[in-house]
């Protein structure tokens, strides 16, 4: 029995699950989305394309509204429709595992979905009768590669921020990621202490720790104070605007790496992707500013069990999973209300 064969048979003894992560997908996996009727999608779906080298016939064009918010029935003729049946007919269907929406697709439907959960959900059983029905993700907790095939959805991520430039920006760090030590910062606070709250909190003191084991530089904000000035992080986590200390110019003095992750506990945090006065909740718009590559939000009241589980998320991106991979993984329901900001390919951990 050689070395490497009893190292094996040791990790396996000591309940080390090893990773299957090295192999990542690549662009023949993706279909870009553009709507020609903003302009700010075509620049950032061709950006995309062109420094991803993602082939043409991988790249979807439909015509519609570029309002953020959108009818049901706008979104079923002019977008869901339209998309399956390019999929269908080019066989594209038999590849695409990961859709890719830019800034000017439609990002909010009435009844409370993100249109990006509604479309990755398109060749299941879903509904919109009921606006506040949403499915369970069998992807949940995984720990293997996910494949339209197998699982019978796409995962779906989106190019957005305020402005293009913040969207391209998304792509450029995306192919600058690279594997770094940290700094991964998860800021608790002891006043969320009640029920579903303080299993939050504890979940995130847990993704601490298991980062901490894996041997990453990593802190923990467990005080009333609100974490800000922090450089070059990795990964990110906090309760954002729910926090009581709560501090606007501190949640954006925050610095990120090439790479870097982020999710907020904030009900609210993709309402919008265009700066607004209107008083609500923290954005993500305001990470994707400061350098995040990827984050995940919402579109509207998700419940907190629908944000991502921190433990799940930072477990398996450092295990070399994929951006798009690592948050669906994390990620207790699908058709809701979640955006994944980020370009699905990015996978700077792989081994």
């Known amino acids: 029995m050689t070395l490497r064969t009893r190292l094996v048979y040791l990790l396996l003894a000591m309940g080390v699950v090893l990773s299957s992560a090295a192999w990542c997908a690549g662009p023949k996996n993706v279909l870009v989305i553009v709507n020609d009727k903003s302009l700010a999608s075509r620049i950032i779906g061709a950006y995309y394309a062109s420094k991803r080298k993602i082939p043409a016939k991988n790249v979807y064009h439909i015509k519609c509204d570029p309002a953020e918010l959108t009818p049901t029935d706008t979104y079923k003729n002019q977008i869901q429709k339209p998309v399956k049946e390019y999929l269908a007919k080019t066989g594209l269907n038999k590849t695409v595992d990961y859709l890719v929406l830019t800034k000017g697709v439609p990002m909010r439907l009435h009844g409370g979905w993100s249109v990006d959960s509604a479309l990755m959900c398109m060749d299941q059983p879903t509904s919109f009768e009921k606006p506040d029905v949403h499915a369970m993700n069998p992807y949940y907790s995984k720990s293997e590669h996910f494949s339209h095939k197998e699982y019978g959805f796409y995962l779906a991520t989106r190019l957005d921020g305020y402005t293009v430039q913040d969207a391209k920006a998304l792509v450029d760090r995306s192919l600058a990621a690279k594997s770094r030590k940290g700094l991964f910062l998860i800021d608790t606070t002891p006043r969320r202490n009640t029920k579903g709250y303080e299993a939050m909190n504890q979940r995130m003191a847990d993704a601490y720790e298991k980062i901490l084991w894996l041997g990453y530089d990593t802190i923990q904000e467990d005080t009333e104070e609100f974490a800000g000035g922090k450089k070059d992080l990795m990964g990110y986590f906090s309760w954002g605007s729910n926090d009581a200390a709560f501090d606007r110019a501190k949640y954006k003095s925050n610095t990120f790496r090439p790479g870097a992750i982020a999710e907020t506990a904030v009900s609210s945090s993709a309402r919008t992707m265009n700066r607004t006065d209107d008083g609500g909740q923290s ?56 955006v994944v900001i980020g370009d699905p390919l990015c996978c700077p951990y792989a081994h």
């Open 283 to 338: 954005l993500i718009s305001d990470l994707i500013e400061a350098g995040v590559t990827g984050v995940k939000g919402y579109v509207a009241e998700p419940t907190l069990a629908a944000i991502a589980d921190p433990l799940v998320l930072f477990d398996r991106y450092l295990s070399g999973y994929n951006l798009a991979e690592s948050f669906y993984m994390a990620s207790r329901y699908i058709f809701w209300r979640e």
